[in-house]
């Protein structure tokens, strides 16, 4: 019975986790049978090593643990910046800088002020691994049920599986763009912009800033200051759209 309970809530937590990261994506389904058999897996391995001992059982719901909240931050990091964070990503989180930087996002604020249920992900995941009170942490997940409901509806499968490993884009049959980004896939030759050779001579430095968006900045109706940046405004040649490609 502890082995049922304990793979109906993995089940529960793996399908809110899902269903709160793609809750934006209506053409996305949140979670399928792929993410029932990894929460059964894993169940019945934690059930498993614990026969082998307390000590043991503890190691195993550690992991697992560690995992499910591997996928909240996940979750987290895809509704605030829309980016998929993945397992390699959340090897290498320190989750007191991780929440120190988040945190005074607007984005994020406004998130979880819709989302605020979800900030008690974490404590679920621990009581779920306490047979005694195991209910609880169902109880927590059941009140996400408009979400999973909404989440469960949609054709497309998005299982928890790209966790692990990047998606393939998706090659679609009469694919065709966006009237305005047509001219993007016609060849064309290259031309000079207005501000072709506005700095000849100069000497240039290049700014660049991941996933700051510049309406997060106070100069552009956003919350952050940046006083050295203003400092030089009159003297900065500026591009309102511009695209870099692997940057790094």
Same mark, same amino acid.
């Given at each position: 019975?502890?082995?049922?309970? #304990?793979? %109906? ?10 269903? !709160? ?44 643990? %560690? ?11 895809? &509704? ?48 779920? %691994? ?37 998606? &393939? ?8 763009? &966006?009237?305005?980004?047509? $001219? ?5 030759? $290259?031309?000079?912009?207005? &501000? %072709?050779?506005? =700095? ?5 430095? =290049? ?29 900065? !040649? ?8 692997? #940057?790094?």
């Amino acid at each position: 019975m502890n082995t049922l309970s #304990l793979i %109906f809530v993995l089940a529960l937590a793996v399908a809110v986790s899902q269903s !709160v990261k793609y809750a934006e994506f209506l053409r996305v389904r949140a979670y399928g049978l792929r993410d029932f058999g990894a929460a059964a897996a894993a169940g019945l391995a934690v059930s498993a090593v614990g026969w082998l001992g307390t000590p043991y059982y503890l190691a195993a719901a550690l992991f697992c643990g %560690f995992v499910l909240l591997a996928l909240w931050l996940d979750a987290i990091v895809f &509704r605030v910046f829309t980016i998929e964070l993945g397992a390699g990503g959340a090897k290498d989180v320190v989750l007191s800088e991780f929440l120190r930087e988040i945190v005074p996002y607007t984005r994020t604020r406004e998130f979880f002020r819709v989302n605020w249920l979800f900030l008690f992900f974490p404590a679920a995941i621990v009581v779920l %691994f306490i047979p005694d009170i195991r209910f609880l942490a169902a109880l927590y997940f059941f009140g996400f049920w408009k979400v999973l409901l909404r989440a469960g509806a949609p054709p497309e499968s998005a299982a928890i599986d790209y966790f692990f490993h990047p998606r &393939r884009f998706p090659a679609r049959e009469g694919f065709r763009p &966006r009237p305005e980004h047509e $001219p993007l896939f016609q060849s064309a030759e $290259p031309s000079r912009c207005p &501000r %072709f050779g506005a =700095l000849a001579g100069a000497p240039v430095l =290049l700014l660049s800033f991941e996933s700051a968006a510049r309406d997060h900045f106070l100069r552009y109706g956003g919350e952050t200051q940046t006083p050295w940046l203003d400092s030089m405004a009159g003297n900065l !040649v500026e591009s309102r759209n511009h695209l870099g490609v692997a #940057l790094s």
